[in-house]
């Protein structure tokens, strides 16, 4: 059995032969490939009550937590300042398995929203909005190949796991996000940062396999597949030795 790795979907109403608000559970296709590609098995999962997320996480080896729409302010105390397509019942799913999945080890890649969402599980803040023109963070643009094709560099820390994975240094990653880390969870540490001193990328400060990353890596797999490949071997590991029992 190859590693089994979750991966978080986000839920909307999009047109469908049914109507022209169909509510599905969506995922890229990038997510999906690039978890595959080192032959793990990719699972998709709902939003679930939290008290199923042990459930869940019982049956996994590695987990995802993906892009979508904003974390509700009132997650970490604070008023609606710009914030955009929150959901209530993703926050409620996806702040129980980070704080879950710290607890019981689970290899976890967390990408854009999933990196905010596993700083603000742990007691940290979020800004709301940065867009500013001319930073590395300008507005991001009406039309979708625009969108897709915004970069901006990173400088990644020496000595970090991301360092080891990608390299230490300069590195140029796409800008698909409009909010980012504002006060630091304790128990993390910035790895990566913007030109801006934007926080692009966060590794835990235990023995927890983590990373986020602010950027998104699986629409750049040919560049940013060794951060799947991690992954995948973390979730080889944690299927080799037994998952931690819930507690």
Known sequence: MPPRI???????????????????YTLGDEYVTSVAAPGTLPLVVPHLPPAQVDTLLDVVDGLVIAGGGDVDPASYGAR???????????DATELALARRARERGIPTLAICRGMQIVNVAHGGTLHQDIAVPGTSHPP?????????????????????LLAEILGAGRRVVNTIHHQALDRLASGFHVT???????????????DWPFLG???HPEKAAGEHAPLFAWLAAEAQTHASIGAAPAR
Not at 6 to 24: D, K, N, Q, V, Y
């Open 6 to 24: 979750a991966i978080t979907s986000w839920r909307r109403a999009l047109p469908t032969f049914m109507g022209e608000r169909t509510w599905l």
């Open 80 to 90: 609606d300042a710009g914030s955009k397509d929150t959901d209530a019942r993703a």
């Open 140 to 160: 991001i643009a009406d039309d979708p190949v625009e969108v897709v094709a915004a970069q901006h560099p990173i400088a990644i820390e020496p000595g970090s």
């Open 192 to 206: 990566a940062r913007a030109d801006d001193g934007v926080i692009e990328a966060i590794e835990a400060d235990d």
């Open 213 to 215: 990353v602010q950027w």
